[in-house]
């Protein structure tokens, strides 16, 4: 069962294991608009499958009128497009709760972007023609394992609706090159702008359906919910959130920074997965400034921004928010849920300047 831990606790020796596995992309990665493949954050459940690429197929079945079995090479001879993509695990922030749910234990790190190839996933399911009687679609990995007792494969499912957005992609090269074994090779699907648990990795079967799916991964997990007895409301987009390159040079092991004096250029970056980013602020020991905000091309990617900070010697403490277009600022104080999830509380980082 989900167990909850306090701060006080200290790190379970559970979590410790999972962050070994699941690493997440040093901040100072912002500085990239495209994650380099090694720095990507990544989030296993289970363990990373072994697939042959020359046997594996893709099925699509369920409420079709003609089921479809694709092999690699025929899904990487359909039209493909490349879009750079910000992926965010909807844990990212996790340890800031209090107390917090045992899992990966996410600082801020869980966040990177990387350029896909694919082909839409809407153009599959047109020439296998969906039927009327459909509501969802279910995309079903080829990890398994357990979770609260409960054995499975990595199943998520999405509304007919949602895949149609011609962004969703089936991808199959991550930068360039071939999707790596742990980004869910041969192939997986890409949601823009959900969180990342949505984009289903090592896909092997995609079934449409005629009723809501109630896999562990949809139905139990990936909820916001107050207690073990709250139904909850299903975790869907990422909420808008900036994030900066902490400035200076760190401490070992503390990691508290040190920056010298004068002029100094934060950087970071914004993203929302429901509206586009339309302001960002620094805060300096609590008075907000704003930022320059690089409006990106790219609607599913993030965007830079930057603030020229004069530095005064002294003890500081530097954030970052942004707001998106419908409104949306992040939060100041923790908006805590069961499983520490959709957490975008403003960042903060103290700083010592001499
Ligand atoms: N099959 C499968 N797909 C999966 C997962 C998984 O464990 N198994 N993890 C999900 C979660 S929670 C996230 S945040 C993203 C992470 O993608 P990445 O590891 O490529 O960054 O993959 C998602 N897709
Ligand atoms: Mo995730």
Same mark, same amino acid.
Request: with cysteine.
């Given at each position: 069962?989900?167990q909850l831990?306090?701060?006080?606790?200290?790190?379970?020796?559970?979590?410790?294991?999972?962050?070994?596995?699941?690493?997440?992309m040093?901040?100072?990665?912002?500085?990239?608009?495209?994650?380099?493949?090694g720095?990507h954050?990544?989030?296993?459940?289970?363990?990373?499958?072994?697939?042959?690429?020359?046997?594996?197929?893709?099925?699509i079945?369920?409420?079709?009128?003609?089921?479809?079995?694709?092999?690699?090479?025929?899904?990487?001879?359909?039209?493909?497009?490349?879009?750079?993509?910000?992926?965010?695990?909807?844990?990212?922030?996790?340890?800031?709760?209090?107390?917090?749910?045992?899992g990966?234990?996410?600082?801020l790190?869980?966040?990177?972007?990387?350029?896909?190839?694919?082909?839409?996933?809407?153009?599959?399911?047109?020439?296998?023609?969906?039927?009327?009687?459909?509501?969802?679609?279910?995309?079903?990995?080829?990890?398994?394992?357990?979770?609260?007792?409960?054995e499975?494969?990595y199943?998520?499912?999405?509304?007919?609706?949602?895949?149609?957005?011609?962004?969703?992609?089936?991808?199959?090269e991550?930068?360039?090159?071939?999707l790596p074994p742990?980004?869910?090779?041969?192939?997986?699907?890409?949601?823009?702008?959900?969180?990342?648990?949505?984009?289903?990795?090592w896909?092997?079967?995609?079934?449409?359906?005629?009723r809501?799916f109630?896999?562990?991964?949809?139905?139990?997990?990936?909820?916001?919910?107050r207690?073990?007895?709250?139904?909850?409301?299903?975790?869907?987009?990422?909420?808008?959130?900036?994030?900066?390159?902490?400035p200076?040079?760190?401490?070992?092991?503390?990691?508290r920074?040190?920056?010298?004096?004068? +002029?100094?250029?934060?950087?970071? @970056?914004a993203?929302? !997965?429901?509206?586009?980013?339309?302001? =960002?602020e /620094?805060? %300096?020991?609590?008075?907000?400034?704003?930022?320059?905000?690089?409006?990106?091309?790219?609607?599913f990617?993030?965007c830079?921004?930057?603030?020229?900070?004069?530095?005064?010697?002294?003890?500081?403490?530097?954030?970052?928010?942004?707001?998106?277009?419908?409104?949306?600022?992040?939060? +100041?104080?923790?908006?805590?849920? @069961?499983?520490?999830? !959709?957490?975008?509380?403003?960042?903060? =980082?103290p /700083?010592? %300047?001499?």
């Amino acid at each position: 069962m989900t167990q909850l831990v306090s701060r006080a606790e200290g790190v379970r020796f559970d979590e410790l294991a999972l962050a070994t596995r699941n690493h997440g992309m040093q901040l100072e990665g912002m500085r990239y608009d495209i994650t380099p493949i090694g720095m990507h954050y990544l989030l296993i459940h289970f363990d990373i499958p072994e697939i042959d690429p020359s046997s594996w197929r893709l099925r699509i079945t369920g409420c079709v009128k003609r089921g479809l079995e694709l092999s690699l090479d025929d899904i990487r001879s359909r039209p493909a497009t490349t879009i750079p993509v910000t992926l965010e695990c909807a844990g990212n922030g996790r340890t800031a709760m209090d107390p917090r749910n045992v899992g990966q234990p996410w600082g801020l790190e869980a966040i990177s972007t990387a350029a896909w190839t694919g082909t839409a996933l809407v153009g599959i399911l047109d020439d296998c023609g969906i039927r009327d009687e459909a509501v969802e679609v279910v995309f079903t990995g080829a990890d398994r394992g357990i979770q609260d007792d409960v054995e499975h494969n990595y199943q998520r499912s999405l509304s007919i609706r949602e895949c149609r957005r011609p962004e969703v992609l089936l991808a199959y090269e991550m930068n360039g090159g071939a999707l790596p074994p742990q980004h869910g090779f041969p192939l997986r699907l890409l949601v823009p702008g959900w969180y990342g648990m949505t984009s289903v990795k090592w896909l092997r079967n995609i079934e449409v359906v005629d009723r809501p799916f109630t896999g562990f991964q949809q139905a139990v997990n990936y909820r916001y919910q107050r207690d073990e007895a709250d139904p909850g409301v299903p975790v869907s987009r990422i909420r808008v959130r900036a994030l900066m390159i902490p400035p200076g040079m760190p401490d070992n092991p503390s990691r508290r920074r040190t920056v010298d004096a004068g +002029a100094v250029v934060l950087r970071g @970056r914004a993203w929302c !997965g429901t509206s586009p980013v339309v302001r =960002v602020e /620094v805060g %300096v020991d609590g008075v907000w400034h704003d930022a320059r905000l690089n409006r990106e091309p790219a609607e599913f990617a993030w965007c830079s921004w930057s603030y020229t900070w004069d530095a005064r010697p002294g003890a500081h403490r530097l954030s970052c928010r942004a707001t998106d277009a419908d409104g949306n600022v992040q939060p +100041a104080e923790q908006i805590w849920n @069961r499983l520490g999830l !959709g957490n975008n509380l403003i960042q903060e =980082v103290p /700083v010592t %300047v001499r």
